[in-house]
């Protein structure tokens, strides 16, 4: 199989998987996402899906989150893990959006990544998601994935983007990233993985992948 065919059987077999496609992170607006995002990091999208109500219950916009005190939100958020540091962005960045963009959450990758621990792969999330503008951000599902189907070499999540992009159709990038996430939790994950239920990785996989795998299953 040439490149170019492995990528198209990457995008059939992931638009039969799902044809509707699911947004992990539960959300209302902008500003929600890009909270939402923000603590997703070395979190799990469970675990932020259960927190983010309570957050903002008392918070969903800028004006209410700076009338909490970082010590406030970080109480809230503790659950999601890195807490200090996820508090003190929440707080900066929601000061920021009211200081300068009357609130709203800017439609830019470099007005986001100005922003208070915002990084390129949160920044990434909010302009695909948000303001359906392509971008290809590369979680760990995604990193994997790309490496075990020979399509990126896996040395860094940037030279799996940079792929990712060059190999696919821009105008498929916003649907193939949470295709390429929900395929890796559901049939390619990283433990308890079976690669007979991985039919991509199966027929278009590394071939010291699926040599490795079955090493392992023998020993």
């Known amino acids: 199989m040439t ?16 044809p509707e496609i699911p947004i992990p992170l539960d959300h209302k607006d902008p500003y929600t996402l890009l909270i939402a995002v923000l603590l997703s990091a070395q979190s799990t999208d469970v ?23 970082i010590e406030e939100i970080r109480e809230i958020i503790k659950p999601v893990g890195l807490s200090p540091m996820k508090s003190k962005g929440i707080h900066g960045l929601s000061e920021i959006l ?16 100005a922003l208070p621990a915002v ?15 392509p971008a290809f951000p590369v979680d760990t599902h995604i990193h994997r994935l790309m490496y075990r189907w020979g399509l990126s070499n896996g ?5 799996t983007e940079k792929d990712a992009k060059r190999l696919f159709p821009k105008s498929l990038w916003n649907d193939l990233h949470l295709q390429i996430i929900w395929y890796g939790r559901e049939y390619s994950p990283a433990r308890g993985w079976n690669l007979d239920k ?22």
């Open 3 to 18: 490149k170019q065919e492995k990528v198209n059987f990457v995008i059939e077999t992931l638009n039969k998987l799902y």
């Open 47 to 69: 675990r932020v899906n259960q927190i983010t109500p309570i957050l903002f219950k008392k918070a969903d916009n800028p004006y209410d989150m700076v009338k909490l005190t």
């Open 98 to 113: 009211i200081e300068k963009y009357d609130g709203k959450v800017p439609q830019s990758f470099e007005a986001l990544e």
């Open 119 to 133: 990084g390129h792969k949160t920044a990434s999330v909010v302009m695909s998601q948000a303001f359906d503008i």
């Open 155 to 159: 040395k860094n999540v940037v030279q």
């Open 198 to 219: 991985d039919i991509i990785t199966k027929t278009i996989g590394r071939r010291s992948v699926i040599k490795y795998y079955y090493k392992i299953k023998k020993s």
